[in-house]
């Protein structure tokens, strides 16, 4: 069974069409890429997934689970829509790192607040608190950033940022971790670190969907890719044959364009 | 001997002046937060009748505005006067809730619309955003004009003599009147002084306290 199925998928800002009909559905253990020129309506799609926008027709399921209905005000409900949130991760272009805590507590944070809406938190806090940690080092030293744990995000870099960002959503334990444009902030020579943590990820079976303008890492991390242009899915397969024999027009110029 | 005489009935105005000034700043800090979220509020009616609150306080004097509350209840009423440092205390509430609400909204509006998107996508409620995200970093942005606002009470204070309520400066002036004694009256700018360099070192440790991050 799919982990993710996206159905129908439309947003309009006004009168202006975003997202005009959007279907793929995604297996565990796929990284999906989606590549395609700015405004194409790649970002709002990752933003619909995470409830940040709320799209204006259509269906997201996660698991077979029906957590979206634009037609069905009961899956909109604001408290619910907190809980399906935590289906999916999202990484974001500009990193949005707590500003006043270290790596760790960044990392740590939401897990905690979590953890305190559990019953029994009261009786056990120290020991869960003692995991929470456990598991939020574990998942900075899985990301390279051992010895940085302590550091305020000021005191990083924008790659250490960014992978103490990636830490941070994966303290979920999200279905699909999704990733907007996340080394678009960075300089070249410090993109290849956070590439280097998401090709780790993908190697040990996260669930990815990864929008991004770095054609080689897309080609080689990707399981399939999708080009999307005006709002739609133009065109999708697997990298070799996306980048190697583009069937369309726009994905053919498109790719003249970047490589 | 009149040195010391002087000082002690200085004192006693200042400890008013003081008086003013922390129930002032006790009750304006919160209200003003209140009405800061009334004039972010999405509700129109609620937005329009914050700012046109927080427009009508700001444009006309404190010194008018005092002698609404300890007149304009008589007057529209017939009721009986309250004690004139109420009225002083209740004017002083109004006008400085007004600019620090003014102060919070543009602190809490400074900060980016990142940092709520990456708590909402943590599965935080908007509560949590709020207090665990949020608040730290507006109170580190609003920390050196709150101080600017906070030294700019401690002198308003003085506004409170023209209902007669026996601040420090009053006193002075008292000797002007009485006794042809002008040095008292620029004597008690030092008590001014020495309470806003005392406040001055307060907020540059706060500033120093909040230095350990970036926002």
Same mark, same amino acid.
Request: aromatic share 10%; charged share 15%; glycine share 8%.
């Given at each position: 069974m799919a982990i993710l199925e996206v159905k129908d998928i439309q947003k309009n800002f006004g009168a202006t069409d975003v997202l005009r009909g959007i279907d793929f559905s995604l297996e565990r253990g796929e990284v999906l &890429?989606?590549?395609? =020129? =700015?405004? &194409?309506?790649?970002?709002?799609l990752l933003r619909c997934l995470n409830f940040l926008e709320t799209p204006s027709v259509g269906q997201i399921y996660v698991n077979g689970e029906l957590l979206f209905d634009a037609k069905d005000p009961s899956t909109q409900r604001e408290a619910d829509i907190r809980k399906k949130r935590l289906h999916f991760g999202?990484?974001?272009? &500009?990193?949005?790192?707590?500003?006043?805590?270290?790596?760790?507590?960044?990392?740590?944070?939401?897990?905690?607040?979590?953890?305190?809406?559990?019953?029994?938190?009261?009786?056990?806090?120290a020991a869960i608190l003692a995991d929470i940690q456990e598991e939020a080092k574990a998942l900075l030293d899985k990301v390279g950033l051992n010895d940085k744990m302590d550091a305020y995000p000021h005191q990083l870099s924008g790659g250490q940022q960014q992978r103490v960002a990636i830490a941070r959503a994966l303290a979920l334990k999200p279905d699909v971790l999704c990733f907007d444009e996340p080394t678009s902030a960075l300089d070249p020579e410090i993109s290849g670190e956070v590439l280097q943590a998401i090709r780790r990820l993908a190697s040990q079976n996260m669930t990815m969907i990864i929008v991004t303008h770095e054609m080689g890492f897309a080609r080689e991390v990707s399981s399939r890719v999708i080009f999307m242009a005006d709002g739609v899915i133009m065109e999708q397969g697997a990298p070799e044959a996306l980048f190697g024999s583009p069937q369309t027009e726009r994905l053919q110029s498109f790719l003249r364009a970047v490589l | 001997m009149l040195f010391f005489t002087v000082t002690s009935r200085l004192l006693q105005g200042f400890g008013l002046t003081c008086a003013i000034f922390g129930i002032t700043l006790l009750c304006a800090l919160p209200l003003g937060l209140v009405v800061a979220f009334c004039s972010m509020s999405k509700f129109n009616p609620l937005r329009y009748l914050s700012k046109t609150f927080v427009w009508v306080i700001r444009s006309t004097p404190l010194m008018l505005q005092v002698i609404i509350v300890f007149y304009g209840p008589g007057l529209l009423w017939q009721a009986t006067a309250m004690p004139r440092i109420n009225a002083v205390v209740i004017a002083f509430i109004i006008n400085y809730a007004a600019y620090f609400s003014e102060i919070y909204r543009g602190g809490i509006e400074s900060i980016s619309h990142g940092q709520y998107e990456a708590g909402q996508v943590l599965g935080m409620t908007k509560s949590q955003i709020f207090f665990k995200v949020i608040l730290l970093q507006v109170v580190k942005r609003i920390v050196p004009p709150m101080s600017n606002e906070i030294i700019t009470l401690v002198k308003d204070t003085s506004l409170a003599r023209i209902i007669a309520v026996k601040e420090i400066i009053m006193v002075a002036q008292e000797y002007i009147a009485t006794y042809a004694l002008i040095w008292p009256l620029f004597y008690s700018g030092v008590f001014y002084l020495v309470f806003c360099g005392l406040l001055t070192l307060l907020f540059g440790r706060v500033e120093r306290k909040l230095g350990y991050f970036k926002v």
């Open positions: &890429s989606i590549i395609g =020129s =700015s405004g &194409s309506g790649k970002t709002t999202l990484v974001f272009q &500009s990193f949005h790192l707590f500003p006043q805590y270290t790596a760790l507590k960044n990392v740590m944070l939401a897990r905690e607040l979590l953890a305190q809406e559990q019953a029994g938190f009261r009786k056990n806090k | -």
